[in-house]
């Protein structure tokens, strides 16, 4: 089983930087992406950015030029730079990975991990 781990959430206020990092830890054959998705209250959850194995990036337009992802395939782990952060980035954070349990595998399987807050307020 995979367990996801996210860490470098917090309080900052807007203009300020937070950069969130997210370690897959367990048993997997293959990872093919890693990424992050927020939710905020009364919100639907959405993609922030999300990485493939191979280096091909995607964002959400409204963060495009401000946040960058970036993964290490070999160790597992994504992290995401925030700056320029604005109140309307606030929101949990959660890391998202999806890969083949085994070499037999003929689906992917999603992981999630727990979430981590991030609030921007002067």
């Known amino acids: 089983q995979l367990q996801l781990v996210e860490s470098g959430g917090g309080l900052v206020q807007p203009g300020g930087s937070l950069t969130l990092s997210c370690a897959a830890s367990g048993s997997i054959f293959r990872i093919t992406a890693m990424g992050w998705f927020r939710q905020a209250p009364g919100k639907q959850r959405e993609l922030v950015a999300i990485?493939?194995?191979?280096?091909?990036?995607n964002y959400a337009d409204s963060v495009k030029g401000r946040f960058i992802i970036s993964r290490d395939n070999a160790k597992n782990t994504v992290s995401l730079q925030m700056n320029g952060l604005k109140p309307e980035d606030t929101a949990v954070y959660s890391c998202?990975?999806?890969?083949?349990?085994?070499?037999?595998?003929?689906?992917?399987?999603?992981?999630w991990g727990p979430g981590t807050q991030v609030t921007v307020s002067s």
């Open positions: 990485v493939g194995s191979g280096g091909s990036t």
């Open positions: 998202h990975a999806q890969g083949f349990y085994g070499a037999w595998s003929i689906r992917e399987n999603a992981y």
